[in-house]
Structure formats: C-alpha cells, structure tokens
C-alpha cells in the first residue's frame, strides 16, 4: 500500500470533503468570518483543483459565513520611472483589477469566484465571499486602510478569526491592522498617488497610509509578524493543524490583533 509520502506513486488527491472535514478539526465553524492565506501547493493535490478548496471552507462555514482574502494591488513601476506614461496607467477597479502576484494565487482565485465582493482601497482590497461579504468590503477607508474602517478592522470588530494555510506566518496580513493601532512613535508612513477608476473616468488621488512594505518602526526584523505569531501561540490561544498536506494555524482576531498591539508597545514606548 502506497502512503502520501511514497515517491513511486502519486499521491491520491484531496477531495473538497476530506478538506472540509480538516477546517473543522483546525477549529472553523459555521457562521465564521475567516481571513484565509493559502500556499495552494503546500496543500497538495486537490480533486477539483483551488476551487474545490474554496468550496470546502464555504462548506464548513455555511451560508451566513465569509470567506476573506488579501487583494493588494501593484500600482506599476513604470509610473515611477517613467512620469510621461502616467495617463497609460489602467485605474484601480475593483471589479477587474487582479490582485498582486506576491500574495499567491488564491486572492485572485477567491475574487474572481461567482459572487465575490471586493473593497475599494486599492493597497489594502481584500475580497469576500459569502453572507456579509457585502458588509466586509463596504466603505474602505482610502487613507489608512488597515485601520478600523477596513476589512481587517471589521473582523476583529465581527469576532472573525484569520486562517494561515500552508503560508508563512509572517505574511499575517491582519497584524498591519496591529501596527495602525499601536500607540507607538516614529511609525513609517507612505504617501504615494495612485489613479481609480470613479463613475467611468480616470481619477488620480493622493493617498497615505502607514507603511506596510518594512515593519512600522525601525528596530523590527522584517519578519517579527511569525515572530509575533509563535508567541501568540505559545500562550495556548489558537490552533495547530494540518489542512491536505498544509501546516496551518487558525487564530481568533480579536485576541491576535490585541496581543500585537501589546506585544509592539510593550517594546517601544
């Protein structure tokens, strides 16, 4: 009999009940709001391929549920170094613009499933599927939009909880909410244009935010988010599990993010 770790065979694929069953083992429930990051490969193979896992979790997290994933958009390059093709730059739209290749394929995957919302901060759009996906990407803030007028903000307000799925800890995007709320000085902050798309047209606008391209402050290692998250941890909230062949962590946000904040002001004020 061949095993998953077994060379000479492939191993038999993941199917959407098989997965569903390890969400609720890991600790999802129905009516959650989840912010999932997904390493799809981690995961293995999977029958039916990345939709089947998105199935799976609005499976377990049934109809009132909300699956959430982070977006990002990648204003391009060009726009820095070359200022005459400001007026060739396609506009942030929600509806069309893909998300950023660095956060892996399942945001784009996730908003791009029949029926997803996404939020129209451009830097900070997450997408949404499910009961109060509509509720979740509504009215994002477009300055500072990790704050509490944002996706993340109403997770932790919802009492969601966030999923890390195969993907590095340190990519916890709801710990950017956790840097906007530390009372903590010399904060990094970024203003940058970026153009929208607004009734049709093309609209530049001035945008700031804090920096979440390097840790808030100086004095942090660029990934003292896993840092964080390993101490979380070990105080025993959150779980431990494994989803198809994924490692993955489920925590709750509202504690996550309150554990941050004192984990960031403990150190500098």
Known sequence: MSSRNDTTHPPSPWTRAALAGHLRMLGLEPGDAVLAHAALRSVGPILGGPDALIAALGDVLGPQGTLLGYCDWQLPDEVRDAP?????????????????????????????????????????????????????????????????????????????????????????????????????????????????LVDGRTVWREFEEFDTSDPVVEGLADDFFAEVVEAFLSTGQGRRGVIGDAPAVLVEARPMVAFAVHWLESRFK
Not at 126 to 153: I, K, M, N
């Open 84 to 196: 005459e093709l400001r007026d060739q730059i396609p506009p942030f739209d929600p509806l069309r613009s893909r998300s950023t290749r660095d956060n892996g394929a399942f945001p784009e995957l996730l908003r791009t499933t029949p029926g997803a919302r996404r939020s129209g901060n451009p830097g900070a759009s997450c997408a949404a599927l499910g009961g109060r996906a509509e509720w979740f990407t509504a009215d994002h803030a477009l300055d500072y939009g990790y704050g509490p007028q944002s996706p993340f903000g109403k997770l932790v307000a919802s009492g969601g909880k966030t999923l890390m799925l195969g993907a590095p800890l340190d990519t916890m995007t709801l710990l950017h909410h956790a840097e906007h709320l530390a009372d903590i000085p010399h904060k990094r902050v970024l203003r940058y244009e970026a153009p929208l």
